[in-house]
């Protein structure tokens, strides 16, 4: 599994914020609890000197440390029992002056094991989610909402209607959704503007990004324009090059409007690197188009039709603009 640089970066500096602010708001609750009952904060400054204490009484030459070792641990005892009596008195639970993590798996330093814990696996989902909401609408839609009785039942061309096109559709990216990371599997979606592509491109986005694999949502216009800067521009635009390696290195890269790009040489260029470079990594891609399979191969030409067609599963989108008909109803 691949983390997006950019994405941890922000998901660390929230888990950081959240953990100041939760030992913040314990150092006011302590603080708090202090001024209610003083004696409180002199059996803590009491505990605390103790490993000093059990080092002085080590240390002393030709003398047992056992018997002040004792009379230490002795001590100590009767101070915690103090404590809690005095904690209960007043009404607070046993650990109430304790800062206590909220993970208990890796005591809030975000890995476990030498990996990545759940706790900030979360933090990472939420970031992502975030960052994809600013391109797709991934926080409103899902797989339960979308709306197949836009689509006509009467049989088109191919003898299915467009509904049931879209029902085949929806069960292979649900399905591409429940199972993905389990072996590399690529998307393309065809079919004219309106259609659904990208409302469930974002449900994939959702889903995938919920169970913490890195997702990159671009355009085609961006995504050559970034490829474009870091081969020509690297120092004027160096933010480019990391544009292009988050391109290259994601779990999921969605290639969104293949098509509305200007097609130029450099483009074919970036788009076969792309794609043939995420194929032999075992990158999993999605790729919408408003073009039909032969544009796509007298754009692009025969190399890249043939890993589309090869290793892509095409999914053909069909009917009505969703968007006009919704825009009819009002």
């Not at 559709?169 to 592509?197: I, M, T």
């Not at 794609?275 to 990158?283: E, F, I, Y």
């Not at 692009?300 to 968007?323: H, K, P």
């Amino acid at each position: 599994m691949a983390y997006d640089g950019k994405v941890m970066r922000e998901a660390l500096q929230r888990f950081e914020e959240d953990k100041q602010r939760r030992a913040s708001q314990t150092e006011a609750r302590r603080q708090r609890i202090y001024r209610e009952i003083p004696r409180l904060e002199a059996i803590e400054k009491e505990l605390r000197g103790t490993m000093a204490r059990i080092m002085t009484e080590a240390l002393r030459h030709g003398e047992d440390p056992a018997p002040a070792l004792l009379r230490i641990r002795t001590e100590n005892t009767m101070l915690q029992q103090e404590r809690a009596e005095l904690l209960a008195e007043h009404g607070y639970a046993a650990d109430a002056l304790e800062d206590k993590p909220r993970c208990a798996l890796c005591g809030d330093t975000g890995y476990c094991g030498g990996k990545m814990c759940a706790c900030l696996q979360k933090y990472y989902a939420q970031e992502q989610i975030k960052s994809l909401s600013s391109l797709l609408d991934v926080g409103s839609q899902s797989f339960d909402t979308f709306g197949l009785e836009w689509y006509d039942t009467k049989p088109g061309e191919s003898g299915r209607s467009p509904r049931q096109l879209m029902e085949r559709n929806l069960a292979v990216c649900q399905s591409y959704a429940a199972h993905f990371g389990e072996k590399p599997e690529n998307l393309l979606l065809d079919g004219a503007p309106g259609l659904g592509k990208t409302f469930l491109s974002a449900c994939i986005a959702r889903v995938v990004s919920e169970d913490g694999f890195s997702v990159v949502y671009d355009t085609a216009v961006h995504v050559f324009a970034r490829c474009e800067s870091a081969k020509f521009r690297g120092d004027e635009e160096p933010d480019a090059a990391v544009d292009v390696l988050r391109y290259e290195s994601c779990d999921l890269l969605i290639l969104d409007d293949l098509g509305t790009e200007m097609t130029t040489n450099f483009v074919q260029s970036a788009l076969y690197q792309l794609v043939n470079g995420r194929l032999l990594a075992g990158k999993s891609t999605i790729i919408s188009t408003n073009l039909t399979p032969a544009q796509l191969e007298s754009r692009y030409g025969a190399a890249i039709w043939s890993r589309l067609q090869g290793e892509y599963t095409v999914l053909a989108f069909a009917g009505e603009d969703i968007r006009k008909l919704k825009r009819m109803m009002r």
